[in-house]
């Protein structure tokens, strides 16, 4: 298994992944998705509500808005030592919003919530939650938790999450004479003219519709396949997470679910002799 990272930012992560099979990918692209933990608001308790909105409508908003997560100091809920439905420091995270619209229409953001722990905020300050007129006022306590995307979407910490096969794009030389219809209707600009050939520049790219194979005399030039053991793989987060940390959650799950597996199997083994 080979891995080449293509390009990093603080959100998003593309990868070339060799050696590997569909399976494989698919087992962590669905675990990435489901079962890598997030934060999220879970429980609002309403002190005051006079906005329009309806306190279940208001706390599905707050249910969906992206907090920055710690896995490394908080625990799931399920699995922390306290065992108590009201949870404590170590699975919960208390934040309160008190506003106040006086004389003009006021938008409240999500900058206006107050989180207990200064690491445990929504990712973004400007995301809005609710619009007050003059006199409506809101006080609340919301509580957020860990948790996987397996029980509610709100916790699945990437937004992009998929693979494709690795392109591969060959040109016959003999059979080329550099027209470039290829170039003019590929949409990802894959393909470039370097004197007189066509050369593949962004093969990364490539979505395998074949247009470049249509567009070319007869027989064509071009050949476009893909490599059975080599995938593109796409991530992006809405920033709970870095993509890396993701990818890493998710490969210590699939390796604790092959542990598991292999330590049912050996005692299974053992109780048939
Ligand atoms: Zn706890």
Known sequence: MDIQLIEKTNISMQLVIRG?????????????????????????????????LHDE????????????????????????TCKSEF?????????TL??????????????????????????????????????????????AR????????KWQPVSVCAYKYLPQINIDEKLCNACEECVKICSKKVLVRDEN????????????????VKVCSSPPAI??????????FNIET?????????VLEALNILNRKIDDLLGQLTTKNELLH
């Open 223 to 232: 050949n476009v396949a893909w490599s059975d053991d080599s995938y593109v």
């Open 57 to 80: 409508v208001l706390a599905h908003r707050l249910g969906l808005v992206p907090l920055v997560t710690d896995l490394d100091s908080y625990n799931l809920p399920e699995k922390c």
């Open 87 to 95: 949870g404590c420091n170590l699975c919960r995270v208390t934040l």
């Open 146 to 153: 860990l948790g996987t995307e397996m029980v509610h979407a």
């Open 98 to 143: 008190e506003a106040e619209a006086s004389e003009s229409i006021t938008t409240i953001y999500t900058g206006d919530l107050k989180s207990e722990d200064p690491h445990i905020t929504p990712v973004s300050d400007k995301i809005p939650l609710v619009k007050l007129a003059p006199g409506q006022k809101i006080k609340l306590e919301a509580y």
């Open 20 to 52: 590997v099979d569909v399976p494989f990918m698919n087992a962590l692209r669905r675990i990435m998705m489901a079962e890598v933990p997030s934060m999220a608001v879970d429980d609002v308790v309403f002190i005051e509500n006079s906005s329009v």
């Open 238 to 246: 809405d920033e709970v997470l870095p993509p890396e940390r993701i």
């Open 197 to 212: 050939k066509i050369v593949p520049k962004n093969t990364i790219e490539c979505t395998l519709c074949q247009d470049c």
